[in-house]
């Protein structure tokens, strides 16, 4: 059939968080196109994997039975018997040790209402608070960072505010590759005549784009940002009313940022005294400057520390709470934001309510009908740890693929098989799944209905376009049979049910329900059902009151080059791929990116006599891989780049494990390693 003949189904883009509204063309119960539905943040736009990243849902090698390993081989099993096997397996463990011996990695690639439903499970259910996702590897610094500030750790601003800002301040985001629709708004301010800024220590598409491009040295964010303060400072360009009216701490901060000279910063970041000056007076003198983040900026063992740093900047220029301002931490996953929403945080239930907190605890202990534990649970690091020491026991993981996302992905392996009991949840038999007792076959985003929420807090509608594949079932509908088997029942005949539950115990989303999300979604905090949702957060106050300044100060990455290793691996992502590949590498994206290259700088390679396409042994303290080499301009010299998309060369086997320790997120973005040619 031709697309306009084939039935549309309007539902969100699984990949990144701009949450692409996508029609997806549906013929004799198969996805056979994509387009863009016209509405919603992207209009007509798609990227690449939004229009061609489809092809996975019916990919021969999707799980459309249980799978259960007995003698190291996988037998097929009949659900109810899949079920009984995962219920008794939980069970036992739990009674013989607890159900802090029992840990559930949820998954930002489902919707609000499994995350919710997730959550409700471990910890009312399986009696355990160590619940976590891939939050941890990217935007935990936000979270903690941010509300610590503001009082939210969400994005400030709508995505189509960017288009408005006179200066856009990003940092750390290759933005034109990992949220490629969005990067679109950036293009629209550049033609208003909006100055573009990148920090980046490579020559990405973006910093290509901007007027300046300031390619720090690594891990070393906090010396660019608190001397940019202190030059605003020293020349009296901070917003006086704004800072005397709505925050709280400046002459700690002006302490903090003393020593923090442009000429410091020009020794620590290799970035020109005078660039520094003039990007800080910029900065605080536009009338709207945006300030957008990604992994660049989190994922450092000061990543936390990072975060407080440029908050420290916005609040200090007023830069902050009004349109085509303010702080902009790009959600990477499709359903990141909604995950950390729906409590799929050790700490956190529903809606940021703590779980120390007795009245919080209280609250959901009476909607859920079960005592819940009181002590926040462990983090995917301390999950890790913790099974290494045979203190956890068992893991339910959801939608996950910490063998190859993980940084130091060989401890995350050995650390796995000393699990008494693995249950992995997902649409293929990802690297993790291959390390599981029993598999569980989950239906694809494609396959069931539900809520995705956006990098912007935007909660959009996730439409059933076909059945679930095969056997496969939608992981809500998992975790009802699991409740059940376990014996405390939880029945819904539909998704809307949940989330109708979900508000009613979540303040921000409690005006919200599947009647008002038709076409555009809506923003949260949209407390009532007359609320038309919230574009900009902190207009008239912050969430917390005053806005706070936090003293930060340099620490450099945990592990830079030295002789043995004398390269610095920077990683990411690329713009044809998506994490570790168990879906894009599964579409005809592989044919137009079919292998990963390790990205080294012409003139470094030409001293260690590389051509292009040479394989390497990349070897770090951790790990080894080969790949192919690319040679390049985009890193400078000393650093080679290599995104974690590929199982075969997964890169996260070098990686550092050394994680920030306000939000025990890894190190991602710096390690040290040797190349040997092969
Ligand atoms: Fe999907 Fe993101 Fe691309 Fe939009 S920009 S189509 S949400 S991957």
């Known amino acids: 059939g031709r697309p306009w003949e084939l039935t549309p189904v309007t539902t969100t883009c699984p990949y990144c968080g701009v949450g692409c ?74 009674q013989q040790y607890g159900g802090r011996s029992i840990a559930v990695l949820a998954s930002a690639r489902i919707t609000n209402e499994e995350n919710y439903l997730l959550n409700k499970l471990a910890r009312l259910v399986l009696g355990t608070n160590h619940i976590d996702h891939c939050a941890r590897l990217c935007h935990a610094p936000t979270v903690a960072g941010l509300a610590a500030a503001t009082g939210s750790g969400a994005m400030t601003n709508p995505i189509k505010d960017i288009a408005g800002a006179d200066l856009i301040l990003a940092i750390g985001t290759n933005t034109t590759e990992t949220h490629p629709v969005l990067s679109l708004f950036i293009r629209q301010a550049i033609q208003r005549g909006a100055v573009l800024v990148v920090v980046d220590p490579r020559k990405t598409e973006l910093a290509k784009l901007a007027a300046i491009h300031l390619p720090v040295k690594p891990g070393t964010d906090i010396v660019l940002f608190n001397s940019m303060i202190n030059v605003i400072i020293e020349e009296n360009l901070w917003n006086k009313p704004f800072v005397e009216e709505r925050c709280e701490g400046l002459p700690e ?153 993980e940084a130091d992905a060989n401890h995350a392996t050995q650390a796995l098989s000393q699990l008494d009991f693995l249950v992995v949840q997902d649409i293929f038999l990802t690297e993790t799944a291959q390390m599981a007792d029993v598999v569980l076959p989950a239906a694809s985003w494609a396959e069931k209905d539900g809520t995705f929420t956006n990098t912007e807090r935007r909660v959009q509608r996730v439409r059933q376009a076909i059945p679930p594949v095969g056997n496969s079932q939608a992981d809500w509908q998992i975790f009802c049979a699991l409740a059940e088997a376990l014996g405390r029942p939880m029945r819904y005949r539909h998704p809307r049910e949940i989330f109708d539950e979900m508000a009613a115990l979540t303040p921000a989303y409690a005006g919200i329900s599947y009647d008002r999300l038709v076409k555009e979604g809506i923003q949260w905090p949209c407390p ?23 003293a930060v100060a340099y620490r450099p990455p945990d592990e830079l080059p030295d002789r043995q290793y004398p390269l610095l691996l920077n990683t990411g992502r690329r713009l044809f791929h998506y994490h570790t590949g168990s879906m894009t590498l599964r579409t005809g994206l592989k044919d137009v990116y079919p292998v990963e290259y390790l990205d080294v700088n012409s003139q470094d390679a030409g001293e260690m006599g590389l051509a292009q396409g040479d394989r390497v042994k990349v070897i770090s ?16 010299r000393g650093m080679v780049f290599a995104s974690f998309h590929f199982p075969d060369a997964a890169v996260n086997k070098l990686t550092n494990g050394a994680r920030c320790p306000g939000s025990h ?12 040619k092969l």
């Open 21 to 94: 509204q996508i029609d997806l063309l549906v013929k004799d119960n198969r996805v056979v196109g994509a387009k863009a539905a016209g509405h919603g943040v992207n209009g007509r736009h798609l990227c690449v994997k939004g229009r061609y990243g489809h092809q996975f849902i019916h990919h021969p090698q999707r799980l459309t039975v249980p799978l259960v390993k007995k003698n190291g081989r996988w037998q097929e099993v009949s659900w109810p018997e899949a079920i009984r096997k995962v219920a008794e397996g939980f069970r036992q463990i739990k």
């Open 621 to 636: 303290r951790r790990g080894e891989i080969v790949m192919p080499v690319r040679l390049t301009d985009e890193v400078p």
């Open 528 to 550: 009532t059902p007359d609320h038309p949702g919230t574009g900009i957060l902190h207009q008239e106050k912050f969430v917390r009151g005053k806005g706070k300044f936090h």
């Open 665 to 676: 997120t890894p190190e991602l973005k710096v390690c040290a390693v040797r190349l040997e």
């Open 253 to 405: 901060l002006t302490a903090a940022v003393r020593d923090y000279t442009p000429a410091y910063a020009q020794e620590v970041t290799g970035i020109a005294a005078e660039t520094v000056r003039q990007v800080a007076r910029a900065y605080a003198t536009a009338g709207r400057a945006a300030i957008l983040y990604t992994m660049g900026l989190t994922q450092h063992v000061t990543g936390t520390d990072n975060v407080l740093a440029v908050t420290n900047l916005a609040l200090l220029c007023g830069q902050i709470g009004r349109a085509s301002t303010g702080i902009n931490p790009l959600r990477g996953q499709n359903n990141v934001q909604g995950a950390c929403d729906m409590g799929a945080l050790p700490q956190y239930l529903p809606g940021y309510q703590p779980v120390w907190e007795e009245s919080c605890r209280e609250k959901f202990s009476k909607a859920w009908g079960g005592p819940l534990p009181a002590q926040p649970g462990m983090t995917v690091g301390e999950m890790l740890q913790a099974a290494c020491r045979g203190e956890l026991k068992a893991m339910y993981i959801v939608g996950e693929n910490p063998v190859i996302s």
